[in-house]
T-cell receptor, first 112, second 110 residues
Framework: NAGVTQTPKFQVLKTGQSMTLQCAQDMNHEYMSWYRQDPGMGLRLIHYSVGAGITDQGEVPNGYNVSRSTTEDFPLRLLSAAPSQTSVYFC???????????FGQGTRLTVV | DAKTTQPPSMDCAEGRAANLPCNHSTISGNEYVYWYRQIHSQGPQYIIHGLKNNETNEMASLIITEDRKSSTLILPHATLRDTAVYYCIVSPKGDDKIIFGKGTRLHILP
């Protein structure tokens, strides 16, 4: 049981490049979400999903796309990276109903 | 508007009880109080949650006032590994979204 796995752990992108941050969970959780955390700041919700095929926007969705084709995976796509997207990204999952959420260890992204 | 108010930072001596306050004066009847912590840039970790009764688990105790307008997270015997940012979150039961505030940075002093 690996919990929530995020890949890669570190990534450097050039402005305008695209990439996908991967998130996978093996707990059969329906709910998954993505956060970003800028230096010295709290976490802000980017996008979330309540199940396969269902996604919605969080607090800061601009510049990010998501899809949920399976229960296990919830990738986050940056279509054209900008320096303002330099941040640490966390993925989380939980059962529905406001239960305990499990977080991955984060992806540290730098856009130059 | 923030749903919770927490002190930005607190110190606690190692081995003593750490009492972290949280004010949530506008809490609704169906909203729960959740606590998470984040140890030095790791992913946040769930600690405990409650509605109106006091709760205890292997990590901490949660004391909620009778009017539910404030609560206190208690780490009974703080260790250096408890140094972290602690987030108090109010959310309706059934609402999966976790909206984080700024939290309290707890320093455990040797």
């Amino acid at each position: 049981n690996a919990g929530v796995t995020q890949t890669p752990k570190f990534q450097v992108l050039k402005t305008g490049q695209s990439m996908t941050l991967q998130c996978a969970q093996d707990m059969n959780h329906e709910y998954m979400s993505w956060y970003r955390q800028d230096p010295g700041m709290g976490l802000r919700l980017i996008h979330y999903s309540v199940g396969a095929g269902i996604t919605d926007q969080g607090e800061v969705p601009n510049g990010y796309n998501v899809s949920r084709s399976t229960t296990e995976d919830f990738p986050l796509r940056l279509l054209s990276a900008a320096p303002s997207q330099t941040s640490v990204y966390f993925c989380a999952s939980s059962y529905r109903g406001g239960t305990e959420a499990f977080f991955g260890q984060g992806t540290r992204l730098t856009v130059v | 508007d923030a749903k919770t108010t927490q002190p930005p930072s607190m110190d606690c001596a190692e081995g003593r009880a750490a009492n972290l306050p949280c004010n949530h004066s506008t809490i609704s009847g169906n909203e729960y109080v959740y606590w998470y912590r984040q140890i030095h840039s790791q992913g946040p970790q769930y600690i405990i949650h409650g509605l109106k009764n006091n709760e205890t688990n292997e990590m901490a105790s949660l004391i909620i006032t009778e009017d539910r307008k404030s609560s206190t997270l208690i780490l009974p015997h703080a260790t250096l590994r408890d140094t972290a940012v602690y987030y108090c979150i109010v959310s309706p039961k059934g609402d999966d979204k976790i909206i984080f505030g700024k939290g309290t940075r707890l320093h455990i002093l040797p």
